[in-house]
């Protein structure tokens, strides 16, 4: 690894991700009042989405794209969505209500398919599909009107349960009928 590539703005972007989400765990557990925590994790929460969605697009726009860019994304995303359910459950646990077995069945099948990629392919990869991309833009914006409105998120956290699943199970699917990774395939659709 070349220190340059660190010195990019998009590699600069995810490294401030993988700061910000164990960073994350201070306004979580270790700020006293509430208020205060809620909004501090929610400004670091919104921070988080919008490195994550500039840092790609940087480094296409920049002519900055590299292996190592990747690498700190697909890093940085497999941190910080299993993160999501510690802090569904520590800000709004209501929402979820009886039905944390969702949660548990979808974070078993994202560690599923990282072990089976890691098995498989060497590596963890993690594809940028259309339900890979409707899933994570999904859960973000759920877990900020959870924050914002409660009473919402409720409503809306069925809808967010089908999505991951049916994005867990096309990627899995994926993993077991393909030879190779192409981390930009679209759908289970796509040859």
């Given at each position: 690894?070349?220190?340059?590539?660190?010195?990019?703005?998009?590699?600069?972007?995810?490294?401030?991700?993988?700061?910000?989400?164990p960073?994350?765990?201070?306004p979580?557990?270790?700020?006293?009042?509430?208020?205060?925590?809620r909004?501090?994790?929610?400004?670091?929460?919104?921070?988080?989405?919008?490195?994550?969605?500039?840092?790609?697009?940087?480094?296409?726009?920049?002519?900055?794209t590299?292996?190592?860019g990747?690498?700190?994304?697909?890093?940085?995303?497999?941190?910080?969505?299993?993160?999501?359910?510690?802090?569904?459950?520590?800000?709004?646990?209501?929402?979820?209500g009886?039905?944390?077995?969702?949660?548990?069945?979808l974070?078993?099948l994202?560690?599923?398919?990282?072990?089976?990629?890691?098995?498989?392919?060497?590596?963890?990869?993690?594809?940028?599909t259309?339900?890979?991309?409707t899933?994570?833009?999904?859960?973000y914006?759920?877990?900020?009107?959870?924050?914002?409105?409660?009473?919402?998120?409720?409503i809306?956290?069925?809808v967010?349960?089908?999505i991951?699943?049916?994005?867990?199970?096309?990627?899995?699917?994926?993993?077991?009928?393909?030879?190779?990774?192409?981390?930009?395939?679209?759908?289970?659709?796509?040859?």
């Amino acid at each position: 690894m070349n220190i340059n590539e660190l010195k990019t703005i998009p590699n600069m972007l995810s490294l401030s991700r993988l700061i910000l989400i164990p960073a994350m765990l201070i306004p979580s557990f270790f700020i006293a009042d509430e208020a205060l925590a809620r909004q501090v994790f929610l400004i670091m929460f919104i921070l988080i989405g919008v490195t994550d969605k500039l840092d790609g697009t940087l480094a296409r726009y920049l002519n900055q794209t590299s292996k190592l860019g990747a690498e700190l994304d697909t890093l940085a995303d497999t941190v910080f969505y299993p993160f999501i359910a510690l802090w569904l459950y520590r800000f709004e646990s209501d929402v979820v209500g009886e039905w944390w077995i969702l949660i548990y069945i979808l974070l078993g099948l994202f560690f599923l398919k990282m072990i089976m990629g890691k098995i498989k392919f060497g590596k963890m990869p993690t594809f940028h599909t259309i339900g890979g991309k409707t899933f994570a833009a999904s859960l973000y914006f759920f877990m900020i009107i959870t924050m914002l409105r409660p009473d919402i998120g409720k409503i809306l956290f069925p809808v967010l349960c089908v999505i991951g699943f049916l994005n867990q199970m096309e990627e899995i699917y994926i993993f077991l009928t393909r030879d190779s990774v192409d981390e930009n395939i679209k759908s289970v659709f796509t040859k």
